[in-house]
């Protein structure tokens, strides 16, 4: 007699009703999270503030990538918030957060998060590649800019097919990638769900509630604008201000109840 073996246990995964109200509440969840773990805080800050830092070097040397460097930061930043995610997730569960903890957390994660990245790597290079498209094709000033006047030449008159190209090719993937993320490695680190199922979640949320998370997306891009200036020294607090927020955000938008194991009749 053929042996039954137990069907494989599958976690019901719902998508909880937010409105606009909630996004401000992710953020004061986050600043109240932050204020406890004022040390860890301030280490992920000062990665943030680096990052840009590194970007502002770029914009120095070769203009020209200043805006590939920046769809590059906007995929690395999800991954560096990892952390925050963690630390997050302990407080939520009762547990002391610990910076070793925070550190290391990918590791029991390495697979799904591996596939995650590749995934936002191929995004990464078809945007960068897009950029340098679109320059090529719509810049109308003679040629690249220098450093001086690149600001200049890009909101030159003369070049609005350029800025409208840009802002469209830019929108799609800025769209595309934070739909993807945005409650995948939340959700990955939560509940060891792989990337595919971590993924399709995060795009169910961006759908079901498509004004919620644009007005979501619109505040973490004011919040990030704001940080920059001057010198991006605004990353020291928005930073992980916005990584402790994101995980409140999942929290609210993904309900997941663990299944339960067909026993053989």
Not at 140 to 163: D, H, K, Y
Not at 199 to 226: D, K, M, P, Q
Request: with cysteine.
């Amino acid at each position: 007699m053929q042996e039954l073996v137990p069907e494989e246990e599958h976690d019901r995964i719902d998508i909880n009703p937010i409105g606009l109200g909630d996004p401000i509440r992710w953020l004061w969840m986050g600043l109240r999270d932050m204020a406890s773990q004022p040390l860890i805080s301030l280490f992920y800050g000062f990665s943030f503030w680096l990052m840009a830092l590194i970007l502002l070097a770029v914009f120095k040397s070769n203009p020209e990538y200043t805006l590939s460097a920046v769809s590059g930061c906007l995929l690395v930043g999800p991954f560096l918030a990892m952390g925050l995610y963690d630390v997050s997730m302990h407080m939520a569960r009762g547990e002391p957060p610990s910076m070793g903890s925070s550190l290391t957390c990918w590791e029991s994660h390495l697979k799904s998060m591996g596939m995650l990245i590749m995934v936002m790597i191929v995004l990464e290079l078809l945007w960068g590649r897009a950029s340098l498209v679109v320059f090529a094709v719509f810049f109308n000033t003679g040629g690249m800019p220098t450093t001086a006047t690149v600001l200049e030449a890009v909101f030159n008159p003369q070049n609005w097919e350029f800025i409208v190209a840009y802002l469209c090719v830019g929108g799609f993937f800025a769209g595309l990638v934070f739909a993807s993320m945005m409650v995948s490695i939340p959700m990955i680190l939560d509940r060891d769900t792989d990337a595919i199922t971590a993924c399709i979640t995060s795009l169910r949320v961006f759908v079901e509630h498509t004004g919620v998370s644009l007005l979501w997306g619109s505040l973490i891009t004011a919040l990030v604008v704001l940080a920059m200036l001057p010198s991006a020294a605004g990353l020291l607090l928005v930073g992980p201000w916005l990584g402790f927020a994101s995980w409140h955000a999942y929290r609210a938008s993904v309900r997941v109840t663990p299944g339960q194991r067909e026993l053989p009749q």
